[in-house]
């Protein structure tokens, strides 16, 4: 599979996942306090996070075991979870997006693993923000760049995403 072709793929799933926020899904819809611009520190993780034992106090280590299964990315990923993009077609120029993803909107993996990602040329970044990680993957002289944000609790959790891929 080609960089255009998962680039492609993921802009449909994403107009896809745009086009699910707006219908009516009452039954499946977050507390109004969910979807605040940040969120709280006591969020949970998913309900499966219970059943999966933490990989590692060590976030590189427990970086290492997200990137490489899915079903750790399940375990320790925030619902709903904040992802946010750019919208390249917007009139008259580009313009943020933000979705809560929860449910069928989320697709696992959320993050290639450490094969794909090498395979891809991916190149990992890590910084620290206010005890918080966030961990870019990009791709050199192309506009690829994929940001998520991790926080410390029992565990480490995703948060949060940021594509600013154009």
Do not use: H
């Amino acid at each position: 599979m080609t960089f255009t072709t998962t680039r492609s793929s993921r802009i449909l799933a994403l107009a896809a996942l745009l086009a699910l926020a707006g219908c009516d899904m009452a039954s499946n819809s977050p507390p109004a306090a969910a979807a605040q611009e940040k969120p709280s520190a006591s969020a949970a993780p998913a309900p499966a996070a219970a059943t999966t034992a933490c990989p590692s106090q060590d976030f590189a280590a427990f970086l290492a075991a997200f990137a490489d299964s899915a079903d750790v990315q399940r375990a320790f990923t925030q619902r709903p979870l904040r992802s946010e993009s750019v919208d390249a077609n917007a009139d008259p120029e580009p313009k943020p997006v933000v979705a809560m993803l929860d449910g069928d909107a989320l697709s696992f993996p959320l993050m290639p693993s450490r094969e794909k990602q090498q395979a891809d040329g991916l190149v990992l970044s890590q910084t620290e923000l206010n005890g918080d990680k966030q961990v870019m993957l990009a791709k050199p002289d192309t506009d690829y760049q994929l940001s998520f944000f991790f926080r410390k609790g029992e565990c480490w959790t995703l948060y949060r995403m940021r594509d600013d891929s154009l």
